[in-house]
C-alpha cells in the first residue's frame, strides 16, 4: 500500500522533529526542534523591526560565526523573549548551547527562534530543562507535533511539502510556519522553518530564500504591524545527493517560492477573526513598485478590510486608498473590479449590478483588481478581512 508523504519539515530525507511541554504557556507543548542528521547549509530572512529579539539577535551572531551553516533549530512559544535586553540574550544562547551539547554538534550551529509576549523574561530554566525530553523524541513523525507546538493565536497549523525534479535527480522539500496577527511586510509576521535534502552553497540559498520571501511573505498583511521576531530559516543538508547547479537554481527557487506562498496564504486566511481572504491585484502600473505600494496601501486599508468583513461592495474606499498610495496616478483612468465585476470604468464610470458586486465580496476568497492605466507593471498583495473577532483576540492577548 502506497504511503503519503510527510508534508511538513521531515518530508526531506535526514530531517527529524520533535516537540515538549515546558510550562512557558499554560497548556499545550510549547518548544519544538528540528534536527538535520549532518551538516547543512542555512540561511534566513529575519524581521526588519529596529526593535529586534535576543533570538534574532543570536542567530546573525550564529550564522556569521558558522559561514552560514546549521543543524538544528529550537523555537519555544508563549514568550518572544523580546524587550529582555542581556539577560535575554544570555538565556536565548544558553538554550542553544545546551541543545548542541544534547545534540553534540557545534553552538554555532543551532538557529533559535521564539514567538510570545512581548517584553516577559523567558523562563530559561524552564526550557533548559524540557531539551532532554524534546532531543529523545526526535523523530521523522515529529513534524505534526512540532508545528503544533509553534502556534499561538493560530487556529490551525501550517505545514506544505514539494517535489522537485532536477537534472541530478528529485529532491523534497518540506515546510511549517505559524502565524495569524501582527502580520505584515518586511518580514512578514511570522515565524517559518524550511527543509530540503538538496544541495545548495550557503550564498546560493540566502539569494533564493530572499528573492522567495519578497514574492511571498513579504506580500501578505493581517494588520499592518511588523513584529520583532520574525524569521524564516532554512537548511539545506543535501541528504538526496542532488546538488543545486547555476542550472536547477530557478527550477528549485520557483518550487521554494510556491511552498512559502502556500504557508504565506494559510496565515493570511488564518488571521486573527478573519473569515475571507482577500488578494489584492494591481495592474497597468507605471512599474512594479508602484504596483506594490498601492496594492498594499488597499490591503492594510481598515476602511476596505472592514467593507469586506460586511459583505459590501463600497469600492469608494479602494479608489481612495489607491489615491493616498503616494504614486502618480490618472485618476480618470482608473479601472476597479471586484471579482469579475467591473465597479468602475476609465472615466468614472459605474453602472454595475449591486447585487453581482456584494456576491463578489462574500466568498471566502475575495479578489480585488485595480488597473491604473499607467504602464505594464504589476504586483498582487494577499490580506483578510477586519471582524471584531481581531479585538476580541487582541484586547485580551495577556490573559
Known sequence: MDVAPVVGVTRPQGFSAAAAFAGIRKKAPDVALILSDRPASAACVLTRNRVQAAPILLCREHLEKSGGLGRAILVNSGNANACTGDAGLRIARESATEAARLLDIRPEHVLVASTGVIGQQLPGEKLVAVLPEVVAGLSRAGHDAAAKAIMTTDIVQKEAGREVRLAGGTVQIGGM??????????????????????????????????????????????????????????LANGASGVSVGHADEQAFEHALADLLLELALSIARDGEGAKRLIAVSVTGAASEADALEVSRTIATSPLVKTAIAGGDANWGRIVAAVGRAGVDILPERLRVRL??????????????????????????????GVDLGMGSAEATTWTCDLTHGYIDINASYRS
Open 177 to 234: 510556519a505559524k502565524g495569524s496577527g501582527m502580520i505584515h511586510p518586511d518580514m512578514a509576521t511570522t515565524l517559518a522553518f524550511v527543509t530540503t535534502d538538496a544541495a545548495i552553497p550557503p550564498a546560493m540559498l540566502q539569494r533564493m530564500l530572499r528573492r522567495a520571501t519578497d514574492r511571498t511573505f513579504n506580500r501578505i498583511s493581517v494588520d499592518g504591524d511588523t513584529s520583532t521576531n520574525d524569521m524564516i530559516a532554512l
Open 339 to 368: 471579482g469579475d465585476v467591473e465597479v468602475l470604468s476609465p472615466g468614472y464610470v459605474s453602472g454595475h449590478s449591486e447585487e453581482a458586486a456584494t456576491a463578489a465580496v462574500s466568498k471566502e476568497t475575495v479578489e480585488i
